[in-house]
């Protein structure tokens, strides 16, 4: 019983740790900053794709009509 004892001690030791050190908001600051950057290229490559897609069909039925 007294090991499990330390060990709650421990993990609770290791929480409080996490939670006063400035590691946590660097690592929150970035993953903000890469969900941003994650959701810019996909409706970037949504917008352009789409733009693609109608050049290439232009396309197509330009050179289905030669």
Do not use: C, H, P, Q
């Not at 709650?8 to 946590?24: I, L, P, T």
């Not at 917008?47 to 290439?56: R, S």
């Amino acid at each position: 019983m007294t090991s499990l004892m330390v060990s709650m001690m421990a993990f609770v030791a290791g929480v409080k740790d996490r939670f006063d050190s400035e590691k946590g908001a660097t690592a929150t600051e970035y993953s903000l900053l890469v969900g941003l950057i994650a959701l810019v290229i996909v409706v970037g490559v949504g917008l352009f794709g789409t733009n693609l897609n109608a050049f290439f069909n232009g396309l197509a039925g330009k050179v289905g009509a030669w």
